[in-house]
């Protein structure tokens, strides 16, 4: 994947010093707007995936870079309080079913509803095109969770992986099975393509799993995060593969979207119980950092449903 274009000072200063262009970051990381702080963070959290042409994989662990990367997540926290609001205690035996209470609540704009129903062949295709920079490595964030957990947790979270990775056959890992979407779209199927023009909401979506995922101490907000997902996708799945369906694609365009109504259907109860109320009850005091993680992802996912639609509301 190529270095994108910066889109502020932040963004302009890591993507610098990546190619060469610069010796060091300033002292203090300060982004100019969403747009750059997001697109920086992602720059430095790619680093701990697949990484960046030309770029030597020892960043990862540079020191200077770090430090710009942690004033950034500062920045990108004190969003996520103010958005989902701070962790707050919570009693583990209740912890799943405040998880099920919250995806019941849940409130936001119905994408899926409108894609299912409404979208135009462009619009389902601009939906698919911010959805590939998650999808082409469906899992992988959540995956940093495995190595932090034990007991029972920990069986509950690799039990879900292992339908995100196709049961160990590649042509059925998630991350495979959305290409054939893409390329139903005649969209790209580079891993990261779109990066460059996807705007913040869409980046926010994916650096707020990295956020929790590259730090241990956030391991109870990951598993929140995946757990909100889990039991939040049937419906919307369902949605867009009978919108997809609509607008005439066939069984090899809709099998992503299809596998997901099933496999999630079973994936509600272990992520609820086994997984979140697993790990609230070894270790009761990031239970509420599990709710936290839940609130984060839905609030996220609402407030990009809501700039996809306004975009297609404005003809952009």
């Given at each position: 994947m190529k270095l994108p274009g910066p889109r502020g000072t932040a963004s302009a200063a890591v993507i610098d010093l990546l190619a060469g262009r610069a010796s060091g970051l300033p002292q203090s990381l300060v982004p100019d707007d969403d747009e750059d702080l997001h697109l920086a963070l992602f720059v430095t959290y790619e680093l701990a995936y697949r990484g960046w042409d030309g770029v030597d994989d020892a960043w990862e662990w540079d020191p200077g870079l770090l430090g710009g990367r942690r004033d950034l997540e500062a920045r990108f926290l004190d969003d996520l309080y103010a958005l989902a609001g701070r962790p707050e205690p919570v009693e583990p035996a209740e912890l799943p079913h405040r998880l099920i209470?919250?995806?019941?609540?849940?409130?936001?704009?119905?994408?899926?509803?409108?894609?299912?129903?409404?979208?135009?062949?462009?619009?389902?295709?601009?939906?698919?095109?911010?959805?590939?920079?998650?999808?082409?490595?469906?899992?992988?964030?959540?995956?940093?969770?495995?190595?932090?957990?034990?007991?029972?947790?920990k069986a509950a979270l690799i039990e879900i992986q292992i339908d995100e990775y196709g049961g160990g056959v590649a042509p059925r890992m998630h991350q495979e099975l959305f290409k054939q979407t893409m390329r139903w779209f005649r969209l790209d199927l580079t891993y990261g393509a779109y990066v460059e023009t996807v705007g913040a909401p869409t980046l926010a979506n994916n650096n707020v799993m990295s956020l929790f995922g590259l730090h241990r101490r956030r391991r109870g907000a990951l598993i929140g995060h995946l757990a909100a997902y889990e039991m939040t996708s049937t419906a919307p799945n369902r949605n867009y593969g009978n919108g997809l369906r609509r607008l005439g694609g066939d069984a090899t365009a809709t099998a992503f979207y299809d596998e997901h109504v099933e496999a999630d259907a079973v994936h509600e109860q272990i992520a609820a119980y086994d997984l979140a109320g697993g790990f609230a009850a070894a270790e009761p005091e990031l239970a509420g950092d599990v709710l936290f993680g839940a609130r984060c992802a839905l609030a996220l996912d609402n407030r990009w449903a809501a700039s996809l639609l306004a975009e297609w509301r404005s003809g952009s």
């Open positions: 209470e919250l995806a019941r609540s849940d409130d936001g704009p119905s994408l899926s509803k409108y894609l299912r129903g409404r979208a135009t062949y462009d619009q389902f295709r601009d939906f698919v095109r911010h959805r590939s920079v998650y999808h082409l490595r469906e899992a992988d964030p959540h995956t940093f969770a495995i190595p932090r957990l034990a007991g029972r947790p």
